[in-house]
């Protein structure tokens, strides 16, 4: 096993190649978002037996697509376990392991000895980027948060290619302050070889892959209601950190924000952006309820909650924001002047009494 610390010398490589953003890519990412949103609100209709997995996720898998020279190529890019907290990586010392396949959409055969330089960035902050192989093109990186300062890779490094290989079972390991912050990771992927193991495909050529995953950030806090019952509140952010969490008891509303640039511009030149937020309520409270109104920046987003009542111990109310939706807030917000400037999202939940007020999954038997 060899250990590196620093980026390999090729990414000098990078930076001078620019990233090519096709529109190709957008259509996809768009239409991936759009998959997501539409399956969810196909659930209550479809006999999808378990309903939490699909809910219960950020983004945990891409699927992007991409040529070069004649050929088409798709890669996957898929997080397992799917659904990844700050708090499921703690207490269950999940170790989530990032597969990278890359096959041929007309065949589904997959592309052998596949080299790839993988950056993986949060933030706008590079954390890792570096050189793989796999003889196979199923690439797994396994991330393991530590304490660690620095994020250090293992593998196996290819003679040949500087490359780290990983075998069935031991795979690269990716260590160090690596997801250990929720939010969104952003992972750029190129491709430079592919068939064989020196094949390597013209630089301006390398087709290049752009795709996220989220972590999500847990929040808990105990409330104290009105009849002096403190219940336990959880929520699950795929978006940023959850801060200000607050309870007003005579509104009986939960409130809470997250950093957010309101930047219109911004928003619309990004390539995926989806704001998801889970809120796990007891059931048997007085804020257990069929439904719930909802608000951003004081903005109405009832429409965008969905109550998912499956569990047995807890109603979990999500809000989820596609980019559409998100867009047209922030120009509601920037209107107003008054709340864009402070970079907060300001969430607010309330228990409706107008039992319509927002989509709830009915009762599946056997849930
Ligand atoms: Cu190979």
Not at 39 to 46: A, D, E, G, Q, V
Not at 182 to 203: C, K, P
Not at 234 to 259: A, G, V
Not at 326 to 344: D, M, P
């Amino acid at each position: 096993m060899s250990k590196r610390l620093d980026i390999s010398r090729y990414c000098l490589n990078m930076t001078s190649c620019k990233m090519k953003n096709s529109s190709f890519h957008n259509y996809v990412t768009v239409l991936t978002i759009a998959c997501i949103f539409l399956l969810i609100s196909l659930i209550p209709s479809s006999t999808i037996l378990h309903p939490k997995t699909a809910f219960g996720d950020g983004l945990f898998q891409e699927q992007l697509s991409a040529s070069f020279e004649d050929r088409k190529a798709d890669l996957i890019i898929k997080m397992t376990p799917p659904v990844v907290t700050t708090e499921t990586l703690q207490k269950q010392n999940q170790k989530p392991v990032i597969q990278f396949k890359l096959y041929d959409p007309a065949t589904n055969e997959g592309y052998k000895h596949v080299t790839y330089f993988i950056t993986i960035e949060k933030d706008g902050k590079k954390l890792v980027s570096d050189w793989f192989h796999d003889h196979k093109g199923d690439l797994k990186i396994e991330m393991k948060p530590s304490n660690a300062e620095q994020i250090t890779v293992y593998g196996e490094p290819d003679p040949i290619l500087q490359a780290f290989t990983g075998t069935e079972n031991s795979p690269v390991v990716a260590t160090g302050p690596i997801f250990s912050e929720g939010g969104l990771y952003h992972f750029i992927v190129r491709i430079a070889t592919i068939d064989y193991d020196r094949s390597f495909i013209a630089e301006d050529k390398q087709p290049i892959y752009d795709g996220w995953l989220s972590v999500g950030s847990t929040v808990n806090q105990q409330v104290s209601l009105s009849d002096g019952k403190q219940i336990p509140i959880q929520i699950i952010s795929y978006y940023d950190d959850i801060k200000d969490f607050n309870f007003d008891t005579t509104k009986k509303q939960i409130q809470f924000t997250m950093p957010f640039n309101w930047n219109v511009t911004r928003l619309e030149d990004q390539k995926q952006l989806m704001v998801h937020q889970e809120v796990s309520i007891p059931k048997g409270t007085s804020l257990a309820s069929q439904s719930y109104t909802g608000a951003i920046n004081g903005i109405d987003v009832t429409k965008n909650l969905m109550v998912d009542p499956s569990n047995s111990t807890k109603n979990v109310v999500h809000f989820m924001l596609p980019k559409p939706a998100v867009v047209q807030i922030a120009e509601e917000v920037n209107n107003k002047h008054t709340t864009a400037s402070n970079g907060l999202m300001e969430f607010s939940l309330t228990p409706s009494t107008n039992a319509t007020s927002s989509s709830s999954m009915p009762k599946m038997a056997g849930m």
